[in-house]
């Protein structure tokens, strides 16, 4: 099993920043995919950043503004978030599965084996 967990979330103005973590735990040799998604209040789960394998994918609506790292050493994936705006105001979830797979896969959140609790980011304007 692989466990997750996010940090890093909070209040921020529009146009601040923050850096969400996502730190594995467990059995995180069998992950070859992470990605961050997000869900607004009466909104469907979006899909924001993610890699796998070597390749690191955004979503439109972040980019330019949000960049996905890693740190191996630490299993651990950073989002981060600049330019911030209210929209962007959500629950901030890591996912992680098995396989390094095609963008369309990495971009859906429907085959993550394993996520985190999640953590709120609001954004007031």
């Known amino acids: 099993q692989v466990q997750l967990i996010e940090s890093g979330g909070g209040l921020v103005q529009a146009g601040g920043s923050l850096r969400l973590s996502c730190t594995a735990s467990?059995?995180?040799?069998?992950?070859?995919?992470m990605g961050w998604f997000r869900q607004a209040p009466g909104k469907e789960r979006e899909f924001v950043a993610a890699?796998?394998?070597?390749?690191?994918y955004l979503a439109d609506s972040v980019k330019g503004r949000f960049t996905i790292s890693r740190d191996n050493t630490k299993n651990t994936v950073y989002l981060q978030m600049n330019s911030l705006k209210p929209e962007d105001t959500a629950v901030y979830s890591c996912?992680?599965?098995?396989?390094?797979?095609?963008?369309?896969?990495?971009?859906?959140?429907?085959?993550?084996?394993?996520w985190g609790q999640g953590t709120q980011v609001t954004v007031s304007s």
């Open positions: 996912a992680a599965r098995k396989l390094v797979v095609l963008p369309s896969i990495a971009k859906k959140s429907i085959g993550y084996d394993y």
């Open positions: 467990g059995r995180t040799f069998i992950i070859d995919t």
């Open positions: 890699w796998s394998g070597d390749s690191t």
